[in-house]
């Protein structure tokens, strides 16, 4: 029966740990770190993610806005907004909340962040930072990723971890992260044309399933006593549930929880921990702004 990592209780003390630090900051005579954070449309998914990490930023005392445009902004006019957000010594950091309206190239918006800013990571300054192991900012979600299995006290080093999903958001950053001699493991990425994916699986020690398919993962996919991270966040339709839907990630998590070693529930294993290192990324915008 694995141990059940759990995302809250650890994101909670990392949540505590920048709280500290952001105490510290601002007795120092600084500003609160600020974080602004771009809001285009009207996706209630999206809206319900940013009041979430509006509200833990000011949890941790990091001051922030929340830009809210109309879906129809023009892609000049918000290229606009982020050059001042650039321009303002008050901002430490900048996230634009993805996905954008189909109008908008969110590539080119993203680019148009200064990478020092970019608390998300997902510039392309920063993606290159973090394969060349240089200082950086690294999206959140590997980031909580692999603070879970640190503070889990999982072994990396020289272990196989598979990570399914090649993602710009969270397979490949997490399989740079992985390779840092800090970590040591050894890594393959998974997609879609992977052959063999339940025997490579087979082979994890730590297994990441980051694909987006409701319950992907079976039994027989995993080593006993492996470390499954379930990053899947997956919407099922059932009438049941008050909200009309559940939540629920790519791994079996009934099945797989009897022969794992550790295993993240989905929600409230890996989902907590993306917004605790975003508040972390946005304590170290606010250092190196100065
Ligand atoms: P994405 O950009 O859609 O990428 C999905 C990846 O999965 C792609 O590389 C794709 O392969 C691969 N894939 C799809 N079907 C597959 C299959 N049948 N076999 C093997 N590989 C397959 O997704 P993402 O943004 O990385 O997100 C993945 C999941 O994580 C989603 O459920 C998302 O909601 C969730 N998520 C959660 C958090 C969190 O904080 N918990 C954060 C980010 C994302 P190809 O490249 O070949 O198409």
């Known amino acids: 029966m694995a141990t059940i990592i759990d995302g809250k209780a650890i994101a909670a003390e990392v949540r505590s740990e920048v709280r500290e630090d952001v105490a510290k900051w601002t007795a120092d005579g600084h500003a609160p770190p600020y974080l602004a954070v771009i ?5 209630p998914a999206s809206a319900s993610y940013v009041r979430g ?34 321009d303002s010594p008050h901002v430490s950091g900048i996230l634009v909340q993805l996905p954008l309206p189909g109008h908008l190239d969110s590539s080119r918006i ?23 192991d240089s200082q950086g900012f690294v999206p959140c979600t590997p980031a909580g990723i692999v603070e879970l299995l640190r503070r889990s006290n999982i072994p ?5 971890a598979v990570i399914l999903g090649r993602s710009h958001l969270v397979g490949r950053p997490l399989a740079s992260l992985l390779l840092r001699k800090q970590y040591n493991a050894t890594v393959t990425v998974c997609h879609s044309r992977t052959k ?32 499954i991270i379930d990053v899947g966040i997956n ?12 939540l629920t990630g790519d791994v079996d998590y009934n099945a797989a929880k009897e022969l794992a070693g550790y295993i993240t529930p989905v929600p409230g294993g890996v989902g907590p921990m993306t917004i ?8 170290t915008a606010a250092k190196l702004l100065g």
């Open 276 to 283: 605790a290192m975003l508040l972390k990324n946005t304590m």
């Open 156 to 160: 990396t080093e020289g272990q196989h």
């Open 39 to 43: 809001l285009v449309g009207d996706n």
């Open 196 to 227: 063999n994916l339940p025997e490579v699986c087979r082979t994890a020690d730590i297994l990441v399933a980051a694909i987006g398919r409701t319950h992907f993962v079976s039994a027989d996919m995993i080593k006993p006593g492996a470390a």
């Open 235 to 246: 919407r099922v339709e059932d009438p049941k549930h008050k909200r009309g839907y559940y």
């Open 53 to 86: 990490k509006i509200k833990a930023s000011q949890d941790a005392g990091i001051a922030g806005d929340t830009l809210k445009f109309d879906a129809s902004i023009s892609e000049k006019a918000l290229l606009s907004v982020i050059q001042d957000l650039n």
């Open 110 to 132: 993203i680019a148009a962040l200064n990478p020092d800013k970019d608390v998300d990571g997902l510039h392309t300054v920063n993606a290159g930072r973090l394969v060349t």
